[in-house]
């Protein structure tokens, strides 16, 4: 019977890459909804970059502009593999998988271990020899953190504009991780060879030259860059995910007073929110979006007739304007539920008339606001202006209106 040869052999799930199990470690078993590919990465920024044999190189980041500060990732591997070789002897394992985190600080370096032994064996059978499969790739992380001064504030801007005296900017803290997943420890080695360091000095030019805003302006939504172009560098692309095209139906229920009459409205808006219409604001504590809409709406007049019955009459309008939305709850690569319309400005005309409370031809002007945006139980309730007028404002009057958008 021949002899059973232990070597390393990854065999990728079906379902992407198998990273090691449950830890303690919070950041590390952190799994963001958003980001599907790299479950275990915390960072919403992320570089990815393949490599050779499945392996692969992820850099996140808290802000694009952090990569500048950590252009050498080689040294920082060199770092790493020098530490790693007074131990790697004690790691050596055919099919464990492991878990490595390198902490760099100001006096001192830690490395943190995992392993994860197989839940199962499998073994190859082959010609020459059988191999005992390793099924999950190792996961190295390095981290080293740094600080940075923190950003003024819109109200501090316009102190120091005036001359008026600010208090010193305060520091933040913030990382910068880069994680490395790869079939065996031994393929690290090869990483290192010269090959990181240019290509993350191409991938910085080309974030910069891609688009029409850099990346590295906190203002862009962009939260994920996928570098292509490690096997064939004359063919290298950014694919820069912004916030996608969104279409929303809203409808509406209103209760208003026009002229003297007071009319109940239903409707629905139908809004267009462009991704390059999307906006962030300095402090980053709140996002915006404004967008083109089309809406719909029925106002009912009630009445009597010559036999005192109650009568119903119906008059449609239909739409165009502008809307914008805000939220406070964003995050990382979509919008949340709570997309919340703040505002809006759209010029309606009389598309079906029943009855004679509206002159033929009407046209109605409208502005909406939510006087409401701090209460999250009233923040959908919006007051709404109106003006109806026809034959070049010759009979005009105004209206306001109370309405609650879903």
Request: with cysteine.
């Amino acid at each position: 019977m021949k002899h059973l040869l232990c070597c390393t052999m990854l065999m990728l799930s079906i379902a992407g890459i198998s990273f090691a199990q449950t830890t303690t470690d919070d950041w590390l078993t952190d799994k963001p909804s958003s980001i599907k590919k790299t479950p275990f990465v915390k960072e919403d920024r992320q570089l990815i970059i393949p490599l050779e044999n499945e392996n692969k190189v992820i850099i996140g980041l808290q802000d694009n502009a952090d990569l500048l500060r950590f252009r050498n990732v080689d040294s920082l591997l060199t770092i790493f593999l020098q530490d790693l070789s007074q131990i790697k002897d004690s790691l050596s394992s055919s099919t464990e998988s492991l878990k490595v985190l390198y902490r760099l600080k100001k006096q001192e370096r830690n490395m943190r271990f995992w392993r994860y032994p197989m839940s199962h064996t499998q073994i190859d059978f082959q010609t020459d020899e059988n191999l005992l499969v390793k099924a999950a790739q190792d996961t190295i992380v390095i981290e080293q953190g740094f600080s940075v001064i923190k950003p003024l504030t819109p109200g501090e801007i316009r102190n120091n504009a005036k001359g008026e005296a600010i208090q010193t900017p305060a520091s933040i803290s913030r990382h910068f991780r880069i994680y490395f997943l790869v079939n065996s420890l031994d393929d690290l080695e090869k990483i290192i060879q010269g090959k990181l360091n240019p290509k993350i000095e191409k991938l910085i030019s080309d974030m910069k030259n891609t688009e029409k805003r850099s990346v590295f302006d906190s203002h862009v939504w962009a939260s994920e860059v996928t570098y292509t172009g490690m096997q064939t560098p004359a063919s290298v692309r950014i694919n820069k995910q912004l916030k996608p095209d969104q279409i929303l139906i809203i409808p509406r229920f209103g209760m208003g007073l026009v002229g003297n009459t007071i009319m109940p409205s239903i409707g629905a808006n139908v809004i267009f929110l462009p991704q390059i219409l999307y906006k962030r604001g300095l402090a980053h504590s709140t996002t915006q979006s404004d967008g083109f809409l089309i809406g719909w709406e029925r106002f009912f007049a009630f009445g009597r007739d010559g036999d005192n019955q109650i009568t119903i009459h119906s008059n449609d309008f239909l739409s165009l304007g502008i809307a914008g939305f805000k939220s406070s709850d964003i995050q990382r690569n979509n919008w949340n539920n709570r997309k919340i319309q703040w505002a809006e400005f759209k010029v309606g005309y009389l598309i079906r008339r029943q009855g004679d409370f509206f002159r033929p031809n009407t046209f109605r002007i409208s502005t909406a606001f939510s006087p409401y945006m701090s209460s999250k139980g009233l923040q959908r309730l919006r007051l709404e202006p109106e003006l109806y007028f026809n034959d070049l404002f010759r009979h005009v009057y105004p209206g306001l209106r109370l309405t609650l958008g879903f």
